[in-house]
T-cell receptor, first 113, second 118 residues
Framework: KQEVTQIPAALSVPEGENLVLNCSFT??????LQWFRQDPGKGLTSLLL?????REQTSGRLNASLDKSSGRSTLYIAASQPGDSATYLC????????????FGKGTKLSVKP | GAVVSQHPSRVICKSGTSVKIECRSL??????MFWYRQFPKQSLMLMAT?????????EQGVEKDKFLINHASLTLSTLTVTSAHPEDSSFYIC??????????????FGNGTRLTVT
């Protein structure tokens, strides 16, 4: 059974700092891995999706990497801003018939001005 | 881009009553929708997969008679929490994806429903 773990659970950084969020998964037989942002009391916004055949994806100040062999993914945020404050979730998608997402518990990021 | 609308955003109900939550795909047809539940400081946990025109598939430990799912059209799935108890208080989120994407595109999520059972 797939398990997804995110470290750290919470992170506080000053504005402008570059940071890395970590995600690990136990079963490397994934179809893709997706990073989401969740604001308090809100739904999820998709940030980046990395297919199992890919190593990384970039969107603006965000870069996500994937290493299937080690069961790890990272989300790199450059030049952080207070507006980046949110909970960041990673989720692996299996290759089974349903292909549902398995989520980590998230990393709560606070960027202080 | 694809948009998923969820209603209501918040609901407070008394113990023993039933609550219906709607999930709509606004600009695409969704043959499959997913229902998740999120307790404070916990992961989103898949409750069930809603299939248009057929019965929903429930995850282990989720009572199908308590959490009724109806996916009567390609743009609407509903989740009804029957005989709600305080322990059902949680954040419920639905997601959907356009058909034919074969997992290549990200799932689109609603804004969630905060259910409080008193």
């Amino acid at each position: 059974k797939q398990e997804v773990t995110q470290i750290p659970a919470a992170l506080s950084v000053p504005e402008g700092e570059n940071l890395v969020l970590n995600c690990s998964f136990t079963d490397s037989a994934i179809y893709n891995l997706q990073w989401f942002r969740q604001d308090p009391g809100k739904g999820l916004t998709s940030l980046l999706l990395i297919q199992s055949s890919q190593r990384e994806q970039t969107s603006g100040r965000l870069n996500a990497s994937l290493d299937k062999s080690s069961g790890r993914s990272t989300l790199y945020i450059a030049a952080s801003q207070p507006g980046d404050s949110a909970t960041y979730l990673c989720a692996s998608r299996g290759s089974g018939s349903q292909g549902n997402l398995i989520f980590g518990k998230g990393t709560k990021l606070s960027v202080k001005p | 881009g694809a948009v998923v609308s969820q209603h209501p955003s918040r609901v407070i109900c008394k113990s023993g009553t039933s609550v219906k939550i709607e999930c709509r795909s606004l600009d695409f047809q969704a043959t499959t929708m997913f229902w998740y539940r999120q307790f404070p400081k916990q992961s989103l946990m898949l409750m069930a997969t809603s299939n248009e025109g057929s019965k929903a598939t429930y995850e282990q430990g989720v009572e199908k008679d308590k959490f009724l799912i109806n996916h009567a059209s390609l743009t609407l799935s509903t989740l009804t929490v029957t005989s709600a108890h305080p322990e059902d208080s949680s954040f419920y989120i639905c997601s959907a994806e356009p058909p034919g994407t074969v997992y290549n595109s990200p799932l689109h999520f609603g804004n969630g429903t905060r259910l409080t059972v008193t």
